[in-house]
């Protein structure tokens, strides 16, 4: 299987609280920087599960930009990374509270800078399906998301979007945000549950089928629903998974949506229905996930 993952590729400036922050004063706990980027975490987990992982994105020409592209491709990931002159390579800050949830502050620089003429037709041949994270089509970023959609498309390939985060989406409103993603024609969209509420309001998350024919809603410990049309009828099913307790759960969104996309494709090549297909994935979503949890990623060598 090829896949193409389109996005940022960042430094993550990790921190994580033993307990509850205080102003004006300190508290104990662990400052680390790893390789960050929603994509290229997706990337990154297509490849350890077996999949011929390539990862679309531009950095800066820095040497943090150079050492995440070493670190994605010790992990047998093909990097085409766009080096633009000017801006450094972006980072993200991500508070981790001691209950394992998350907060970020974006400053993305040269991840947002990729345009369309970066993209080159060759890196489509042959690829079964191109991921997104909806940052991809937002922002400077965005023309360049969306033309690589449109090549995907033209060459028969799948597309999928990942929701992501909903502020930078839903910056515009609900309507605006959801022309974005149906400009992009996915086949299957993953959400969250909190980002498929603050995309659709007061409606059922069936409603994600008007966008594109598959959805995932991502429930962490709870599991995940899949939700599909089959012709004139939809389906819905729950699967549930492991629930651990998890110190810090950056990332494992990302495992999940990359160990989901191997099952589905794997199940679509080995003629199951779409049913079975799709519980496949979501089975082997939650096990990429809970490895995730299990086995984080390692600081990023500087130098």
Same mark, same amino acid.
């Given at each position: 299987m090829r896949v193409l993952v389109l996005g940022d590729l960042v430094l993550d400036v990790v921190l994580q609280a033993a307990q509850p922050i205080q102003s004006s004063t300190d508290v104990p706990g662990r400052v680390e920087i790893r390789q960050g980027g929603s994509a290229?975490?997706?990337?990154?987990? &297509? =490849?350890?599960l077996g999949v011929r992982s390539q990862l679309v994105c531009a950095i800066g020409r820095d040497g943090a930009g150079r050492s995440l592209v070493a670190q994605l491709r010790r992990d047998s990931v093909e990097v085409r990374a766009v080096r633009i002159a000017g801006h450094r390579t972006g980072r993200i800050g991500v508070l981790v =509270?001691?209950?394992?949830?998350?907060?970020?502050?974006?400053?993305?620089r040269? !991840?947002?800078?990729?345009?369309?003429?970066?993209?080159?037709?060759?890196?489509?041949?042959?690829?079964?399906?191109?991921?997104?994270p909806a940052y991809s089509l937002l922002e400077e970023l965005g023309p360049a998301g969306l033309a690589a959609t449109r090549l995907a498309h033209g060459a028969g390939s799948l597309v999928t979007i990942d929701v992501s985060?909903?502020?930078? &989406? &839903?910056?515009?409103?609900?309507?605006?945000?959801? =022309?974005?993603?149906?400009?992009?024609?996915?086949?299957?969209?993953?959400?969250?549950?909190?980002? !498929?509420?603050?995309?659709?309001?007061a409606r059922r998350d069936d409603a994600l089928l008007e966008v594109a024919p598959i !959805?995932?809603?991502?429930?962490?410990r709870k599991g995940a629903t899949v939700l599909a049309r089959d012709g004139r009828r939809s389906l819905r099913f729950e699967v549930a998974t492991t629930s651990i307790r998890a110190a810090d759960t950056t990332g494992a969104?990302? !495992?999940?949506? =990359?160990?989901?996309l191997h099952g589905w494709l794997d199940g679509r090549r080995k003629g199951l229905t779409q049913s079975a297909a799709l519980q496949r994935g979501a089975l082997a979503g939650n096990r990429a996930a809970l490895r995730h949890i299990s086995s984080p990623l390692p600081e990023l060598p500087l130098g």
């Open positions: 290229a975490n997706a990337a990154r987990w &297509l =490849a350890r =509270a001691p209950s394992g949830e998350r907060s970020f502050v974006a400053d993305r040269a !991840a947002t800078r990729m345009t369309p003429d970066d993209l080159k037709a060759e890196w489509f041949d042959g690829i079964q399906l191109i991921h997104l985060s909903t502020a930078p &989406l &839903l910056a515009e409103g609900r309507r605006s945000a959801l =022309a974005v993603i149906e400009a992009a024609a996915p086949d299957l969209l993953f959400a969250t549950g909190n980002e !498929a509420r603050a995309l659709l309001g !959805a995932v809603v991502k429930r962490g969104g990302d !495992a999940f949506s =990359a160990g989901f």
